[in-house]
């Protein structure tokens, strides 16, 4: 009967949305950079006489329907010059917008959208982050990276310095939907957490949604971050290159054929391995004779997209991504015994990596009828590989290997369908299809003794699913002050021999107080067939993706949202929102449980439950002149519950963070020099660490024969009270940067400099009990400390 209701609410929506009255003509296209030819998503669309207007959408594309008359068109985006045109509109138009970059991006900030947008928009929740203002922020070794600005905007933090993930709304790191021009991200992170996989000079957009999820989002619990890659520049070849600390990246893009085919190649490459060389080698030589080490750890990321114009109704893109953390250690000894050379040998890799890649066709069936089809491919792997060989003489008496490998690889397609019949409706609708093979941990055993080999595998199978949805959503200005995007997704998941489905109704709305001010309020839910199983607080990628069976069952939330928008004037804004969300089938492991061991199946070490989280998001924001930034700030509760676990009583989750503030700043000084800053603080951790100590048992007598005395002991036992009862110490901190421009004739010249935790704040990365002065106290390990940067 639900089902029943949920096809009637989207047949009405059709119905009501084709209703196309006389005398209205479409204007349709799509917009660009005037300079580069690349496609502006999330511009605005406005018609200043009849107030209609849209955005266009992930593709660049707009259609605009409106009455036969005088039409007074302004286009507009954030850091371009916006457009303006008045003509007579008697017929169908079709036209293409380029708009000129001609504003300094220094003095512009991250905005949800434009002002105006903030308010008008059903879409509450979600932030659009231009890249220029990303590079801007001071950051860690000076390398811009998309996820720590993330981290920067109410409702989303960190883990903890050296912990990869972040966290929206008391979700987990496997909650959020990473798309990489639409393909699926499993893991984001180098260097253990401390930079993304997103190179900077590749990515033309970034999007994150935090709540009131439109339907044609799905398959995680808690956020979307939507990230668009360049598609290379149609009117000139243009490059860009950059070395810092710990980093050196290129960037080169041009057209084929100019204004029809164009292409971008992007790499970078840390050279950690190479500043670590001269330490290594100092450690070798002091093993003495016959002795030698090797040791080293770098990544890499290579993005390239191709990008053709077939028409003005079609358009085909190819994009690859690939990238690897390779981490090394090798030892060898020469020696002789007994009259004959020995030879030790010991190889240790451990790597994980990522390969993308998306073919997508963009095609215009009508005026008012857009479409989207992409085929995907991705690969996630985690390799960790070791290897002991003695030789003597000419022989090899022993080699013994051990390699561990997991991963998760997908292929499949999307077909998207964007029909805007009238202005009062914008309907999307389309689906999805995923082929998912699961390695859930596989242990491979080799040895070669005297000519004698045996080989054994032990671990989980290779796990096949099929995954697909399908969604319709129609965005509907009912009125000038009432809008509603009403929308339905629908997904199953198919894997041995079992079948699973999921009806979400997705709901946002907005009602218009005065012109600086409107209400919002949304309702999703949101179903998650995937699982990720984390073994490793150091950021290691020694995480497990697994899927729903018949013992493990898929992840539920359901997220309420209510917020206010205001603009104070063109400059300031605030946004005001409070969530309620639920998670059902949170999955944990057990007390003790490892996915190194390896007597059972890895559904016989976990424990499911549910969460809960709450909490307030504020957001004020200066947009523009030369000193701009943001205030966020955040309140919340999040919770965990699990019937073996703590009694099966709620406890807090382990980055339950009661307040979280963030404090960003940019001033520029002049055309040539500009500075950022950036604090942070947010409520310490929550750990679980014993409160007390007792003795068990009868006490013994110890002889310390060196000091010549005998001490009394007791066996003691440490009492817990309760999971994740301890708070470690705040995190908070400051950055700054600044950069140093210059134009010369091949074009600009940049320095930057900056100052990570400026003030050497000791920040716990964790906590352990020690001694001082033959007490028992509570100590803690901190990761970094004021750390310079540069980059040219």
Do not use: C
């Amino acid at each position: 009967m639900l089902r029943q209701k949920y096809l009637l609410v989207i047949s009405i929506m059709l119905l009501m949305a084709g209703t196309i009255y006389a005398q209205k003509y479409t204007i349709s296209g799509y917009v660009q950079d005037l300079r580069s030819g690349e496609r502006i998503i999330s511009a605005s669309v406005y018609d200043l006489k009849t107030k209609q207007g849209t955005i266009t959408n992930e593709y660049g594309f707009f259609s605009l329907t409106l009455p036969s008359d005088t039409v007074e068109l302004s286009i507009s985006f954030v850091g371009y010059a916006a457009f303006s045109s008045t003509f007579y509109l008697d017929s169908d138009i079709s036209m293409n917008i380029e708009l000129d970059p001609t504003i300094q991006l220094a003095e512009v900030t991250i905005t949800d959208k434009k002002s105006d947008d903030l308010v008008k928009s059903t879409q509450m929740s979600m932030i659009d982050m231009p890249i220029h203002q990303i590079k801007a922020l001071p950051v860690m070794f000076g390398e811009a990276d998309v996820l720590k600005t993330l981290q920067l905007m109410p409702g989303v933090q960190s883990g903890s310095e050296g912990t990869s993930g972040i966290y929206v709304r008391g979700g987990g790191p496997d909650q959020n939907l990473i798309l990489l021009d639409g393909v699926p991200v499993y893991n984001a992170s180098h260097l253990f957490g401390f930079f993304s996989v997103f190179n900077t000079d590749a990515i033309s957009s970034v999007k994150l949604i935090k709540g009131g999820f439109p339907a044609r989002y799905g398959g995680r619990l808690s956020s979307v971050i939507d990230i668009r890659m360049k598609e290379g520049n149609m009117k000139e070849f243009h490059g860009e290159g950059s070395i810092g600390n710990v980093a050196a990246k290129f960037t080169f893009e041009g057209p084929i054929i100019k204004d029809k085919t164009s292409f971008i190649v992007s790499g970078r490459r840390t050279y950690i391995d190479v500043l670590a060389a001269p330490i290594v080698a100092a450690v070798s030589n002091s093993y003495g004779d016959g002795e030698k080490l090797r040791a080293g750890y770098y990544f890499y990321d290579t993005n390239v997209k191709l990008n053709h114009k077939f028409s003005e109704k079609d358009r085909v893109y190819a994009s690859f991504y690939t990238g690897l953390d390779k981490a090394y250690v090798r030892t060898s000894e020469n020696y002789v015994w007994d009259d004959t050379t020995n030879y030790d040998k010991s190889i240790f890799d451990l790597h994980w990596g990522n390969i993308k890649s998306a073919l997508r066709w963009n095609h215009i069936f009508t005026n008012k009828l857009f479409a989207n089809v992409t085929g995907v491919y991705s690969n996630y792997s985690f390799i960790t590989a070791e290897q002991f060989v003695y030789e003597r003489g000419e022989n090899i008496v022993s080699d013994i290997s051990f390699n561990y490998n997991s991963g998760i690889e997908n292929i499949g397609g999307t077909i998207d369908f964007d029909y805007r019949p009238i202005p009062a409706h914008s309907i999307k609708f389309g689906g999805n299809y995923l082929y998912h093979t699961f390695e859930p941990g596989v242990f491979t055993f080799s040895v070669n003794e005297e000519g004698q080999t045996m080989t054994q595998n032990i671990g989980n199978n290779d796990i096949y699913a099929n995954e697909f949805y399908a969604y319709a959503e129609d965005n509907w200005n009912i009125n000038g002050i009432f809008k509603v995007n009403l929308g339905i997704h629908y997904s199953g998941f198919a894997v041995q021999d079992r079948y699973y489905d999921s009806f979400q109704p997705r709901v946002s709305m907005r009602a218009i107080i005065n012109e600086r001010m409107s209400i919002k309020a949304a309702y999703s839910e949101m179903n998650q067939y995937i699982h990720l199983l984390t073994n490793s607080t150091i950021g290691l990628p020694t995480d497990l993706w697994l899927p729903s069976t018949d013992s493990v069952l898929p992840e539920y939330s359901r997220q309420a949202a209510l917020g206010i928008a205001y603009n104070i004037d063109d400059n300031w804004d605030v946004s005001l929102e409070g969530y309620y969300k639920t998670m059902d089938n949170l999955i944990e492991y057990k007390e003790g449980a490892s996915f190194f061991q390896l007597s059972t199946g890895w559904e016989s070490k976990i424990e499911m439950g549910r969460g809960y989280s709450y909490g307030a998001e504020l957001l004020v924001r200066k947009n523009y002149g030369k000193l701009s930034g943001w205030i966020g700030y955040t309140l919340s509760w999040s919770w965990r519950q699990f019937d073996n676990i703590d009694f099966g009583e709620p406890f807090p989750y382990k980055y339950d963070r009661r307040h979280d503030i963030s404090i960003v700043a940019l001033y520029k000084l002049n055309e040539n020099v500009d500075f950022g800053l950036t604090w942070v603080y947010g409520t310490g951790n929550a750990v679980t660490l014993a409160v007390a100590r007792y003795a068990s048992g009868f006490p013994y007598e110890y002889y310390d024969y060196y000091d010549d005395y005998y001490s009394s002991f007791a066996d003691e036992v440490e009492f817990y009270n309760g999971r994740n009862s301890y708070r470690m110490p705040a995190y908070h901190r400051i950055d700054l940067s600044a950069n140093l421009h210059k134009e010369k004739k091949w074009g600009t010249r940049t320095w930057s400099f900056g100052l990570y935790n400026a003030y050497s704040r000791q920040n716990p990365f964790y906590l352990y009990f020690g001694y001082q002065n033959n007490t028992r106290v509570l100590k803690q390990v901190s990761l970094f400390p004021i750390i310079p940067s540069v980059r040219y």
